[in-house]
């Protein structure tokens, strides 16, 4: 076997980062409902964690390069959508960031509180079009079919669960809960997708 065969060390897992970036945010919530720290010192808190991103892309990128087994398939049409998601993220952490820390210090007008709560949205937007794209991009019909099945798990758990909470909610069985959740429940539902893809393909899909 030749050198140029071997495989290169991929070193950590994208999980692993990702894991530290949500335990960074743990430690920073704890803070914030403790009131241990000042507003200004919260802010640039959650603002520290965002540089976890890169490191997630660059550890998925390797591993995808070493040709290991992962979340994340091999391509290009995968990296570009990791990157693009890694983006999307980020802005939206510092958009609703940046919302939460103006509305609680200042008081603000009603077109700047507008203009500043619908930037975590189209940020959101900004992953949905993400994932848009890795479906027309990637060139693997097995690949493509794992995503769009994912992406139906994700669609059906989401819509059927406001359909539920709703009437529940005309009932007055139920808390209020603001729409943006269900948004949060289609991501909830493209990981359970990835898991019956595995369980049944053997390959995740996307995630």
Known sequence: ???GNERKPAGRSPFFYAGLML???GV???LAI???VSQTALFVLMLLPFGLVFMIINAANRRADAGLETCIAKGDAQRRYVRRVAIFSAL??????????LSKNYELSEVLRFSLALLPGLAVLGIFWAIGRLIVEEQDEFMRMLIVRQSLIATGLA???ASVWGFLESAEVAPHLDAYWWAIVWFFGLGI???ANRIQYGAWGAV
């Open 1 to 3: 076997m030749t050198q």
């Open 23 to 25: 335990a960074a945010y």
């Open 28 to 30: 920073v919530a704890a």
């Open 34 to 36: 403790t009131d241990s």
């Open 92 to 101: 939206y952490l510092v958009a609703l960031a940046v919302l939460t820390y």
């Open 159 to 161: 819509l059927g669960a």
């Open 193 to 195: 997708g990835a898991i």
